[in-house]
């Protein structure tokens, strides 16, 4: 039983795995080296600088930022994959019937729990 098992990997399917990854390694090694052969080089200091919104920067790159900021788009995260679960849910509501309702009831109750207490903490206010 066990020679068996073993067989059927040492067959050809092994062997294709390793042709695909030999494959894909020389794909992918000729497509950075192409592009590092083609690619035109400049070595302006203005490069290396960096980049806002066309703006010449002040003072030095690495600041910090105030936390609201990164709770602020957090926040904005966890309410935009929310939509991306209202979509599958509106395409099957009407299949599955009043138990999808109730579930997606009981999901936005707590999204909005989340919402409320984010806004009780002062989360929501742009600093």
């Known amino acids: 039983m066990t020679f068996q098992f073993i067989q059927i ?14 494959i894909a390694l020389v794909l992918v090694g000729g497509a950075i080296i192409f592009s590092t052969l083609v690619a035109p080089n400049s070595f302006n200091p203005a490069k290396s600088e960096p980049y806002e919104c066309g703006i010449p920067t002040e003072g030095p790159a690495w600041i910090q930022f105030n936390v609201g900021y990164y709770l602020f788009a957090i926040i904005y995260l966890i309410f935009d994959v929310e939509t991306v679960f209202l979509f599958p849910w509106a395409v099957v509501m009407k299949t599955i019937g009043m138990r999808a309702f109730i ?22 206010k742009w600093v």
């Open 9 to 22: 990997f040492t067959d050809m399917e092994s062997e294709s795995l390793i042709l695909f990854f030999i």
């Open 103 to 124: 579930e997606i009831i009981i999901f936005l109750l707590i999204l909005g729990l989340g919402l409320l207490y984010a806004w009780k903490k002062g989360a929501l």
